[in-house]
């Protein structure tokens, strides 16, 4: 088979083999890292702090939902949130250590170990860590039953909606060793009709869940407000016309003024103006204290 339609103008040149075979060094920004398998690569044990909870991560939108949901509880007052962040370099590999890999099969960051309870327990994807933080401390979810379930819709929606936001549009707008237009198209126009679906529902509601702030909009803030502020995927946000979606902007600069919010997205952060990055936090004076921390990149990177 032959990929391309020369009676729509589109390019051919791929012949799709039978049976796909591993190319390792296919240019794109991720050679060194991505393979086709799973599992450890190398033996390296986890580091572990004094607090109840470990966290190894990195400030990606994934991550950075996991470090605002930690330092909302911690404003709220629950001193049993507090937690140490270490730094797993997804550039670097970090990611497929044994102890890593242990605590997530799926070697991907965000990832939890609570050791508060009698047996400590793991948690991996996000979703699933904020959902187990909002029932631990039971906070950041609605009571009530009606808007308990938005937040939950919301919550999924954003994680089924993520991949085509990072590994579709950022992905071919960003990071692969060619252009084509018809990814990017593609892409776009999905994460665009994702910007319309947040704008006409907040057109109506303060809060993806109604009045209230929750994890709901801990997961969506992340990755459609790094989208639409350029933060993430260079220019994605000018390219998205992201301004135009007022309903979703008025939502996203009132969150984005929220003082844990503020914390959240500086913890493992290693990308951006120094002064906004936190490499690791042991300590809440440690935003005081360990800012401006070497920078070992500034190109906005996340896959
Ligand atoms: N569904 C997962 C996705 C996690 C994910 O994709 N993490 C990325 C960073 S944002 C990662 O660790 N990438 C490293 C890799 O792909 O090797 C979640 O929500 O936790």
Redesign the pocket.
């Given at each position: 088979m032959t990929v391309g339609d020369p009676s729509q103008n589109l390019p051919a040149g791929y012949e799709v083999p039978r049976v796909w075979s591993w190319e390792a060094g296919n240019g794109g920004q991720?050679q060194h890292?991505?393979r086709p398998t799973a599992g450890a690569r190398f033996d390296r044990a986890l580091p572990v702090g004094e607090h109840p909870l470990q966290l190894y991560s990195?400030g990606?939108?994934?991550?950075v939902?996991v470090t605002i949901m930690l330092e909302e509880l911690l404003a709220l007052g629950h001193s049993d949130a507090e937690y140490d962040a270490w730094l797993?370099n997804?550039f670097d590999?970090d990611?497929?250590g044994s102890g890593f890999v242990d605590l997530n099969p799926?070697?991907?960051?965000?990832a939890l170990l609570d050791r508060s309870t009698s047996e400590p327990i793991r948690v991996?994807?996000?979703?699933?860590?904020l959902l187990y933080l909002s029932r631990k401390f039971d906070a950041f979810l609605p009571k009530d039953h009606k808007a308990n379930t938005e937040a939950l819709n919301w919550l999924f929606w954003q994680?089924g909606a993520?991949?085509f936001v990072?590994?579709g549009f950022g992905h071919f707008f960003s990071y692969a060793p060619i252009h084509i237009k018809y990814a990017i198209d593609r892409y776009a126009m999905e994460v665009k009709r994702q910007f319309d679906v947040l704008d006409r529902h907040l057109v109506h509601h303060r809060y993806l869940a109604g009045d209230d702030y929750s994890i709901a909009d801990m997961a969506v803030w992340p990755w459609y407000g790094a989208v639409s502020q350029n933060d993430i995927y260079g220019t994605s946000g000018t390219f998205l016309s992201a301004d135009s979606y007022p309903h979703f902007q008025r939502w996203r600069a009132d969150i984005a003024e929220r003082p844990a919010v503020k914390r959240g997205r500086m913890v493992n952060r290693i990308i951006g103006k120094h002064s906004e990055q936190l490499r690791e936090r042991h300590h809440a004076s440690d935003f005081d204290n360990h800012t401006h921390d070497d920078a070992s990149s500034d190109s906005g990177l996340?896959?």
């Open positions: 991720f890292i991505n990195m990606t939108p994934n991550g939902k797993v997804i590999g990611q497929f799926n070697a991907k960051i965000p991996f994807e996000s979703g699933s860590i994680v993520a991949p990072g590994g996340v896959p």
